[in-house]
């Protein structure tokens, strides 16, 4: 999760981008040692007394399902970011499941983000991955 972008965010954005990490990190439907340090950063943002820590905690445990609502107030470079750091943490275990991809593009329409950025940012996803897979072997 890239704190620069969190931290230039208002509480509202912030847990909306939350969200979006959490339902990559659990979209399919394990949460691998990668996705672990991705899970702590977030918690560490919210106290964890909070509604939003709670409400977080119900998503990773699996007991609640991570709505993305549509949300208008982040503006166009910045949702690129946040896409292509959701895109990240997609890839993070070594692998881009399809459920992972769909939650890309929901996460990406929901910002406003037009289809054809948003297939980019997959195939940037996936060309990151390629690479990591060329470079160890």
Same mark, same amino acid.
């Given at each position: 999760?890239?704190?620069?972008?969190?931290?230039?965010?208002?509480?509202?954005?912030? =847990?909306?981008?939350?969200?979006?990490?959490?339902?990559?990190?659990?979209?399919?439907?394990?949460?691998?040692?990668?996705?672990?340090?991705?899970?702590?950063?977030? =918690?560490? =943002? +919210?106290?964890?007394?909070?509604?939003? =820590?709670?409400?977080?905690?119900?998503?990773?445990?699996?007991?609640?399902?991570?709505?993305?609502?549509?949300?208008?107030?982040?503006?166009?470079?910045?949702?690129?970011?946040?896409?292509?750091?959701?895109?990240?943490?997609?890839?993070?275990?070594?692998?881009?499941?399809?459920?992972?991809?769909?939650?890309?593009?929901?996460?990406?329409?929901?910002?406003?983000?037009?289809?054809?950025?948003?297939?980019?940012?997959?195939?940037?996803?996936?060309?990151?991955?390629?690479?990591? +897979?060329?470079?160890?072997?």
């Amino acid at each position: 999760m890239n704190r620069r972008l969190f931290n230039d965010m208002n509480q509202e954005e912030q =847990f909306w981008y939350a969200k979006a990490v959490v339902a990559i990190i659990v979209a399919d439907g394990r949460i691998d040692d990668a996705e672990i340090k991705y899970l702590r950063t977030i =918690f560490d =943002f +919210f106290t964890k007394s909070s509604v939003q =820590f709670e409400e977080l905690e119900q998503y990773t445990q699996g007991t609640k399902k991570v709505k993305i609502e549509k949300i208008t107030t982040i503006d166009a470079q910045k949702a690129n970011d946040i896409l292509k750091d959701c895109t990240s943490v997609a890839i993070s275990d070594g692998e881009f499941h399809p459920k992972e991809e769909k939650i890309i593009r929901k996460i990406g329409t929901s910002m406003g983000i037009e289809t054809s950025t948003i297939e980019h940012i997959i195939q940037w996803g996936r060309a990151q991955l390629a690479y990591i +897979f060329a470079i160890s072997i």
